[in-house]
């Protein structure tokens, strides 16, 4: 498995032969271009984690990937026929790889905010570790996750839950993710705490370059 970090939501893992990109927000702009991916992948309709702007050219890029978003996501943006609604508690086969979702809702930013859907995103494959794209989500910790894409800020939630979310996944790695909002000294401050007082070692991928976990 191979994981890239292209800013805020966005995440190319790489494993089994297959390119899976996450939530290719307007928070970022380092996924504009990918090509040769296997599935696109989206977990609620937030502008930051599907650009509006740019993701029809990404589609045009990559005709033969899958196209699996949480379902409300359908209804929100201009997707092609071939988009299909990944809902809580199902899973999709890419051919060695199992993409399953989990949880169900976006995590409350103000009881005057409707809640709209969210689904978290399990990455199985055999001999690879489990890796958890969360979303906007912290309510839902499945088990065996090896390496946590761990939101760092959101305007939802405080630095005591996403600490809290890092126990209760136990992953034992993962990397920040959900970062445009944070300055420098915000980052460092978040990074620092994350990796002292959760069980996950916390890595830095903010450079754009390949990890492998």
């Avoid at 990109?21 to 977990?43: C, K, M, Q, R, Y």
């Avoid at 958890?132 to 405080?158: I, N, Q, S, Y």
Wanted: charged share 20%; aromatic share 6%; with cysteine.
């Amino acid at each position: 498995m191979k994981i890239t970090h292209l800013g805020h939501a966005a995440v190319l893992v790489e494993v089994a032969d297959r390119r899976l990109l996450f939530d290719p927000g307007n928070f970022s702009a380092a996924w504009h271009g990918l090509t040769d991916l296997d599935a696109i992948l989206v977990t609620h309709q937030h502008a930051d984690h599907i650009d509006p702007e740019h993701v029809g050219a990404l589609i045009d890029a990559n005709p033969d990937a899958a196209i699996r978003v949480e379902p409300t996501v359908l209804d929100q943006h201009d997707l092609p026929d071939r988009a299909q609604g990944i809902a809580p508690d199902t899973r999709v086969d890419l051919g060695g790889v199992t993409v399953a979702a989990v949880g169900g809702l976006h995590a409350v930013i103000h009881r005057d905010i409707p809640r709209i859907a969210n689904v978290g995103l399990v990455v199985t494959a055999e001999g690879e570790p489990t890796f958890f794209h969360p979303g906007d989500c912290l309510d839902t910790a499945p088990a065996g996750v090896d390496v946590l894409a761990l939101p760092m800020m959101g305007p939802w939630a405080a630095m005591k839950e996403h600490i809290d979310f890092a126990r209760a996944v136990g992953a034992a790695s993962g990397f920040g993710v959900h970062d445009g909002l944070l300055s420098e000294r915000g980052w460092n401050l978040a990074f620092q705490r994350y990796n002292v007082m959760t069980p996950t070692t916390v890595h830095d991928l903010r450079g754009g370059e390949p990890w492998q976990p």
